[in-house]
């Protein structure tokens, strides 16, 4: 039976907060009591949960059957739905990095915006951010060339620079403009700008696709028309120019074929 | 200092003998003693097993390679930290720990003596500064000579005696303890970009065979008899068919004889010799050549080697082999950094992830497991992972449990998606020898000591030598029930000793010890031509003056332990 935790910023921190027990996961099972005795970290100093957060509600038996609502001020607060793997988590205000950062399932609604790093290393599970997106949306961690390789991310708003960076699957869908160096070194998964996109897109990637529905201020060398297609995108027929690339880059082959990245412009 | 009475453990000792006898072990003065007095504090190991603190001989621990992975690989770092505790400052990474927590986790396993197996001389300060901060263990470093243009230009000539003056004096301001010889000729060859893969392949500009370099390095090497052979890992690593390099590379230490006052027997050392047994033409047909390398090691008594277990981990590779990085920077498309140091070396880093699930890697780990169970005295075999590059050190014990224990084996065989491979290409299913503690005893403690020399002062819990001491928490007389007990109890001392001084309890740190820093001292004639060919390349070609160059005083080499030689009669 799904069961309802709310926690509420009370006490805001003088610095930032890693709350990385924030998710379903560590929520299952516990009552309201043990979930503010939970260790959260201020700078080098270690927490409790309920320092900051009125905590109300008990959590469901297991993950699948916990809602997490987070009200109030998380401005400073960090790794909000960190690894989780089922259940669900609605956060009210403004969140700073690592929104569902490396989750595997479950699903995580931002009725505003998130900072950098969200959905990082994504495995599973659906983040839709009501708000804008910051920078590296759902991309490797840093030296990591492991990214983003299942679930969605949908950014009702914008989304900053280097987003989708070394993703190799799932899917980002992003209703406004993005930044620069979108999929930069992506190997596959597919990234759906419907706003504009600015430029260096696809830099250094073998494998996925791209689908811009606005302009693109500069396009890369790297990539090579090839032929118009005719995509529908949620249930709309459009007709896009497709490119290829990055050519300047090694390519599989699969089944005989070379695998390039596939870049689809509106027309 | 305090005393101690080690009771009733099994005691394992190759240095003198002991087969795993109940007998105790006392300290006093940080030595092994006959007795204590009575206030001594006991140490009760009933059903343990005692041996003498593990010597690593070979691992990249410090400097400047292993901090160029630390730097560009923050994913390493990545949910591996742990966060200061007691006596324990915050440590992290998995591959590339930072230095606080190398010594601690050596530590905590029961090694109090390790090697940093190849120092750029030009980068000696910062090797320094990192055994400076690696609490507890007792550490050396390995100057790299096989490329160094004093070494090439001395030995095109074949002037013994001059090389044998330049490594004296390298050794002497780079705080060095032995001659390391890594790809002969090809890293000098890879600043042209290309390499050499056979012991007869030109070096470029320099008109000298990788066999000429490695002949009359051991020849310097034992003119001055320095407390460890030469130490070498020879050309064409790591490629299908470099069995037959690695056997060449070994002929030439054919005949020769070692002259040292340290008891040390051979004149060449071979490490990761995993990485230098493989047959076959590709990596398709790629098997197993354990077999012929050991063969030749077992009937040549003037060599010794050390193992190079892959252990199926993530891990970052790193080596002054620069060509050869950059040749598997190309089979996995993983980040590449390289580095070229002047007029002495280079170095490649590259990540590298051992799966079980590819059948290169899986034969990888058979052959590290063959080499070791099919070398006939312990006392010449040393188990190393030639940390990181074929896994972390912190993966010892697990290596252990796979030669303890046929059991072991089988169930990870079975575990393998290429297990038929694994079996047609190797003949790792039909060895069904499991090491013994005492020979566990001889591949890490008592053997790797008396290789480098040290066989007086490690490596034995004889009267007279360190008090570096091991207790861990498993019975040997008892059947073991579950390999695991083995990786369990050897990852985790009951209680360690370095030097008299307990820095493990229970598995926890209980003390940073003395750390010092192992270093070889040796005294020649004065060679005037030497001399001035040194300060005419400081002149003409450093990017440093000598007067920067040393590795000098209390900030680099706070606590160091000089091991003393005298070739001015020879």
């Given at each position: 039976m799904?069961?309802?935790?709310?926690?509420?910023?009370?006490?805001?921190?003088?610095?930032?907060?890693?709350?990385?027990?924030?998710?379903?996961?560590?929520?299952?099972?516990?009552?309201?009591?043990?979930?503010?005795?939970?260790?959260?970290?201020?700078?080098?100093?270690?927490?409790?949960?309920?320092?900051?957060?009125?905590?109300?509600?008990?959590?469901?038996?297991?993950?699948?059957?916990?809602?997490?609502?987070?009200?109030?001020?998380?401005?400073?607060?960090?790794?909000?739905?960190?690894?989780?793997?089922?259940?669900?988590?609605?956060?009210?205000?403004?969140?700073?990095?690592?929104?569902?950062?490396?989750?595997?399932?479950?699903?995580?609604?931002?009725?505003?915006?998130?900072?950098?790093?969200?959905?990082?290393?994504?495995?599973?599970?659906?983040?839709?951010?009501?708000?804008?997106?910051?920078?590296?949306?759902?991309?490797?961690?840093?030296?990591?060339?492991r990214g983003m390789s299942g679930g969605k991310i949908h950014v009702k708003g914008n989304a900053g620079s280097d987003i989708g960076m070394y993703m190799k699957g799932g899917e980002i869908v992003i209703d406004g403009n993005i930044d620069v160096h979108p999929m930069t070194h992506a190997e596959g998964g597919r990234l759906v700008v419907k706003g504009n996109a600015k430029s260096k897109i696809g830099g250094q990637s073998l494998q996925g696709d791209i689908i811009i529905f606005g302009d693109i201020e500069v396009m890369m060398p790297g990539f090579k028309p090839v032929d118009t297609v005719e995509l529908e995108i949620d249930g709309k027929k459009a007709k896009f120019s497709h490119f290829i690339g990055d050519m300047g880059e090694r390519h599989k082959k699969k089944k005989g074929q070379v695998m390039y990245m596939n870049l689809y412009k509106k027309l | 200092m305090a005393e101690y009475l080690i009771k009733n453990g099994h005691v394992f000792d190759p240095v003198q003998g002991i087969k795993g006898d109940k007998a105790d072990v006392a300290i006093k003065d940080g030595k092994i003693v006959d007795k204590v007095g009575s206030s001594a504090k006991v140490i009760d190991a009933k059903g343990m097993t005692v041996m003498a603190g593990a010597v690593e001989i070979h691992s990249h621990i410090a400097g400047?390679?292993?901090?160029?992975?630390?730097?560009?690989?923050?994913?390493?770092?990545?949910?591996?930290?742990?966060?200061?505790?007691?006596?324990?400052?915050?440590?992290?990474?998995?591959?590339?720990?930072?230095?606080?927590?190398?010594?601690?986790?050596?530590?905590?396993?029961?090694?109090?003596?390790?090697?940093?197996?190849?120092?750029?001389?030009?980068?000696?300060?910062?090797?320094?500064?990192?055994?400076?901060?690696?609490?507890?263990?007792?550490?050396?470093?390995y100057p790299v000579l096989g490329n160094n243009w004093f070494v090439l230009e001395y030995l095109r000539n074949h002037e013994v005696e001059n090389t044998a003056a330049y490594i004296a004096w390298l050794l002497k301001v780079t705080k060095g303890y032995a001659v390391k010889v890594v790809n002969p000729g090809g890293t000098e060859a890879w600043a042209w970009g290309l390499n050499c893969l056979s012991i007869h392949d030109p070096v470029p500009y320099f008109d000298i065979t990788p066999a000429q370099i490695v002949r009359g390095l051991i020849e310097a090497n034992e003119y001055l008899g320095l407390p460890h052979s030469m130490h070498i890992h020879p050309n064409d690593l790591g490629n299908p068919g470099c069995y037959q390099t690695t056997l060449d590379t070994l002929a030439l230490a054919e005949g020769l004889k070692t002259h040292n006052k340290f008891g040390r027997e051979q004149v060449m050392h071979l490490t990761h010799t995993q990485f230098h047994s493989y047959k076959g033409t590709n990596w398709a047909d790629f098997e197993s050549g354990a077999k012929e390398v050991t063969d030749y090691v077992n009937a040549h008594k003037n060599i010794t080697i050390d193992t190079g277990n892959v252990t199926l981990d993530e891990t970052t590779t790193m080596t002054a082999d620069g060509p050869f990085e950059h040749h598997l920077t190309g089979l996995n498309h993983l980040k590449w950094a390289n580095v070229d140091v002047e007029l002495e070396t280079a170095a490649g880093v590259v990540p590298y992830i051992y799966s079980p699930n590819i059948s290169v890697c899986a034969i990888q780990w058979a052959i590290g497991l063959e080499i070791p169970l099919m070398m006939k005295d312990g006392m010449r075999c040393y188990i190393t992972t030639d940390h990181p590059n074929a896994g972390p050190f912190t993966r010892y014990p697990r290596v252990f449990k796979w030669l303890m224990s046929t059991k072991a084996r089988e169930a990870q065989i079975n575990a393998f998606k290429h297990k038929d491979k694994v079996l047609s290409q190797t003949s790792i299913g039909s060895l069904d020898r499991e090491i013994t503690f005492y020979e566990l005893a001889q591949m890490t403690r008592a053997g790797p000591a008396k290789s480098l020399g040290l066989s007086a002062i490690c490596g034995g819990l004889k009267p007279g030598m360190e008090a570096d001491v091991a207790v861990y928490n498993i019975d040997p007389d008892k059947p073991i029930a579950n390999p695991d007990d083995i990786e369990k109890a050897f990852s985790r001392c009951a209680a360690v000793f370095k030097s008299g001084v307990q820095v493990v309890s229970n598995g926890e740190i209980v003390s940073n010890g003395h750390k010092r820093t192992l270093w070889v001292d040796v005294k020649t004639k004065e060679n005037a031509q030497v001399k001035r060919d040194i300060s005419e390349k400081f002149v003409k070609y450093y990017s440093v003056t000598q007067n920067n160059y040393e590795a000098l005083g209390h900030h680099f080499v706070p606590n160091p332990f000089a091991i003393e030689v005298d070739a001015t009669q020879v």
């Open positions: 799904m069961e309802t935790v709310t926690i509420t910023m009370k006490n805001l921190p003088a610095l930032y907060l890693e709350a990385d027990n924030i998710s379903p996961d560590v929520f299952a099972g516990k009552t309201a009591e043990q979930i503010a005795g939970l260790d959260v970290f201020e700078g080098n100093t270690t927490q409790t949960l309920g320092k900051y957060f009125e905590v109300t509600g008990k959590a469901g038996a297991t993950a699948a059957d916990t809602k997490i609502v987070v009200k109030g001020d998380v401005k400073k607060v960090k790794y909000l739905g960190f690894k989780m793997t089922a259940g669900e988590m609605l956060i009210e205000e403004s969140a700073d990095l690592y929104v569902g950062a490396w989750m595997k399932g479950g699903k995580i609604t931002a009725k505003k915006n998130v900072a950098a790093f969200a959905g990082l290393a994504m495995k599973g599970g659906e983040l839709n951010i009501e708000g804008d997106a910051g920078n590296y949306l759902g991309t490797a961690y840093r030296g990591d060339w | 400047p390679k292993v901090n160029l992975g630390r730097i560009y690989r923050p994913e390493d770092k990545l949910f591996s930290c742990t966060p200061t505790h007691g006596m324990e400052r915050m440590g992290g990474g998995a591959s590339i720990p930072t230095t606080f927590k190398t010594g601690y986790e050596y530590a905590k396993m029961g090694y109090t003596t390790a090697m940093e197996a190849a120092m750029p001389p030009l980068f000696s300060r910062h090797v320094h500064e990192e055994i400076r901060d690696t609490p507890i263990i007792d550490e050396g470093a």
